[in-house]
Every structure is written in C-alpha cells, then in structure tokens.
C-alpha cells in the first residue's frame, strides 16, 4: 500500500539555526502535500502545504520544496525559535475513490529547538 | 464556530466495554476522519466518511465501527474494546473542493485494562 517515510524521527538545532524535515511518499498519483505541527497534548495543525504543480513555497520562516521525480518533499525552517520545538508530520494526498482522497501521514519528527 | 469537537476527552475502559467516540463539526465540511496516533506510528485512518450516509474503511478499521447519520457529527464506536486499542484519537474534517487541510480535533485519549 502508499506509505510515506519521514526523517529524522528527531532532530536538535540551536536557537537559530535552521532545521530541515524531509519525507518520501510511494503514490506517484499523491497532489498534495500538507505539514502539520503538534504540540505536546495538542491537536495537529496545519502549518504549510504545497500542491504538486508547484516546486516551493514559503510563508515566512517556513517553506517547503517538493520533487515530483524523485517523489520526495521537505520542510525548511530558518532562524528556529524555541517555540519551534514539537513534533512534526509531513502527509501526501492517496486517492481512494474517484475526486475522493485520504492522507497518508509520516511517523513525525520531534524537534527540539535548544536555548 | 467551535470547529472540531471531539468529547469525550478522556476515557478508561475495561477490556470488553464498548463506548462511542463522538466527533462535531459546525464548518460543514463534507469529508470526515478518524484517526489514531500511537507513539512512533504517526497518524493512522481507522475509518472515514466523504457524505451523510457513507462511511469508508481506512489502514486499520478492525474491531471499530462507525456512522455518520448527519452530516457534522462522526460516531467511532469500539463494541468490545482491547488494549491494543489503548490510543489517542483524532477526528478530522475538510472541504470536498477545498482547502485541503484537515481541521483536527483536540483528541481522545483512550486507555483500555
């Protein structure tokens, strides 16, 4: 079946510096691509997506590149703030049905933003 | 505008007991999921619904079931639970046309002894 491999399971960076997620999906038919981010005892939340017509996007300290060829997409994160510290999850879109999708999440990364 | 709403919020059971997870959603979003999250698993689809009236199985639909008999509620129901089924849970929703984010809810965490 579609997976999705996300690495590292965790990362440490210090205070500003940046830190870089990066997933590999298996469903060559997969068009989107969201990021979420979940803090300890919190819900997920989306925090950046990207289509696959598109190769990045940014929103300020954030982007995320994709690679339709190599099928592989990341999260960049500059100037990290300890306020960036949580886990993690990248997806990419699988369809089920005709117009019908569900989301095939990566294991998450922990990142631990360090003082 | 509450978005998503999951109660109960948290829940011990005995192995055998059945309870029902609710999910309510006040976007009127078409799609709806559930989820569970175990530590190093990420995220899993036990079940989803694209319409009042239709349910569909996810990754990992075994010993739950569920129904959506209106459109922003999301029942997930574990008839005899068992302590694999100790988890957190997370229903989720969206538009059929978009955006396509999930709107997640705050969570169930479900222990079973």
């Known amino acids: 079946g579609e997976n999705v491999e996300q690495h590292p399971s965790t990362l440490s960076v210090q205070e500003g510096d940046s830190a870089v997620i990066k997933c590999t999906y298996s469903d060559s038919a997969s068009n989107y691509f969201p990021w979420y981010k979940q803090e300890l005892g919190k819900r997920p939340q989306l925090i950046i997506d990207?289509?696959?017509?598109?190769g990045e996007k940014k929103d300020q300290r954030i982007a995320v590149t994709l690679n339709k060829t190599a099928k592989h997409f990341s999260l960049h994160i500059t100037e990290t703030q300890p306020e960036d510290s949580a886990v993690y999850f990248c997806?990419?879109?699988?369809?089920?049905?005709?117009?019908?999708?569900?989301?095939?999440f990566g294991t998450g990364t922990r990142l631990k933003v360090l003082a | 505008n509450a978005g998503v709403t999951q109660t109960p919020k948290f829940r011990v059971l005995k192995t055998g007991q059945s309870m029902t997870l609710l999910c309510a959603q006040d976007m009127n979003h078409e799609y709806m999921y559930w989820y569970r999250q175990d530590p190093g698993m990420g995220l899993r689809l036990i079940h989803y619904s694209v319409g009042e009236g239709t349910t569909a199985k996810g990754e990992v639909p075994d010993g739950y079931n569920v129904s959506r008999l209106k459109k922003q509620n999301f029942l997930l129901g574990l008839e005899s639970a068992a302590p694999s089924q100790t988890s957190v849970y997370f229903c989720a929703s969206r538009y059929r046309t978009g955006p396509y984010g999930y709107t997640f809810g705050s969570g169930t965490r479900l222990t079973v002894v």
């Open positions: 990207i289509r696959s017509n598109v």
């Open positions: 997806a990419a879109s699988s369809q089920v049905a005709s117009g019908t999708y569900k989301y095939i």
